[in-house]
């Protein structure tokens, strides 16, 4: 069973801004430091996939995420890459004061359902 998370997102309603968030995000332009703190969190896979002003981010954690990192160079530049997007982002109005990205709650799984074939 996957211990999959989804989170959502809101960007602030510019299109230019959503544009350069978007460019910030293509292979290779994530900064490689941030990558790796990503990775030493003990994120398996990440994907963040975008519709006009709303993100949606899948996680695939591995069991003992979030693990803690030691590499205070990934940390640093993580805490940096997040300040940066936060000028792109807006929280939803429906997170909690403390969360940047709303964690969803599931609520179908075709694999828990049975059609009539």
């Not at 290779?28 to 703190?37: E, K, N, S, T, Y």
């Not at 990192?69 to 909690?96: K, Y």
Request: glycine letters at 6%.
């Amino acid at each position: 069973m996957s211990n999959r998370r989804c989170f959502a997102l809101d960007l602030k309603a510019d299109a230019a801004l959503i544009r350069e968030y978007c460019r910030m995000h293509e292979p290779g332009a994530v900064w490689p430091l941030v990558i790796d703190h990503i990775r030493a969190l003990g994120v398996q896979d990440m994907q963040i996939w975008q519709r006009g002003e709303r993100l949606f981010m899948i996680l695939e954690p591995s069991d003992d995420y979030p693990r803690p990192v030691a590499d205070a160079r990934t940390r640093e530049a993580n805490g940096r890459w997040e300040a940066l997007m936060a000028g792109f982002q807006r929280r939803l109005s429906s997170a909690a004061p403390d969360e940047k990205w709303a964690s969803m709650r599931c609520i179908f799984k075709l694999d828990e359902h049975s059609g009539e074939t």
